[in-house]
């Protein structure tokens, strides 16, 4: 789910002359990871309307894209190792089209060593590189980073459309750009292991116990997958509780973040780091 004002942002956006550099800041409502991951799908595709049917539209929704390379956090940050990595594999530029595209959500967890190590490249990037960045705020990345990307406000979408997205995410168990390996492990019948703790026990422990209760959810990307529907279905439930305490506007937040560590779920590697960087986001 994307706001359509900032959908239609995207696309003119795509189909002008194109900076090196884009920050998307929104609130959590906003689906501002899910707004990075279209912009750059509308970069690639040769109409720049995503079409869903020619090469880069393919091989993006397989996976296999060549030009696209994500930055995601290892851990609670983003380290100045990965983007030392990330940078030498851009040397040269974009290999099969004329732009390749560096996607960083949470570009906020970027250690400031990380930050300014990136900031050189962005004073002077390699030709056909555009870095896509995302954030709560413009402030919330540091000031000379903010300064030299284009911004894009990505606004929150209404509350009734959030909740309906939602519900219908829930029901149909069917997330665009889920993992196909934990789709199968759905179809098939595959159950959590035991010990998975209830989204209600992790969001009264404190992070440290996070940590520890939710270990066993980390050890493969199916059982994460798993997990993380298990978490909105209870953290659904809660939210249509007429006792519960909590505003709705906190389990709007908290849900929307389940939402998003499922989208990413298919361009993290290590299930367990990007399982730890939920936890304590919460």
Known sequence: MIAPRTEADLRQIAQGALGHCYLIVGPPTSFRDTALRRFSALIHCATHQYC????????????????????????????????????????YGPAAGPHLSVCIPHAHTLTPQAANSLLKTLESPPAGVIFILSAPTRSAVIPTIASRSQ?????AAPTPSILAYLAQQSSAVDWPNALNAALIAVETGAKLPDGIPS?????SATP????????VCGKSKEILFLSLLKWIEELWEISQSVTTQTPLQSQIRQLDLLVEKI???????N????????????
């Open 151 to 155: 911004l894009i406000a990505c606004s």
């Open 199 to 203: 989204i209600d026990h992790l969001l």
């Open 271 to 282: 299930p367990r780091l990007h399982l730890d960087h939920l936890v304590l986001a919460l």
């Open 52 to 91: 869903g049917s020619c090469a880069p539209c393919v091989q993006i929704e397989n996976g296999t894209f060549p030009d696209t390379i994500d930055l995601l956090a290892d851990g609670a940050s983003i380290k100045i190792e990965q983007v030392r990595t990330t940078l030498d594999r851009i040397k």
């Open 208 to 215: 440290s116990e996070r940590l520890v209760m939710a270990h």
């Open 263 to 269: 989208m990413e779920l298919r361009y993290n590697l």
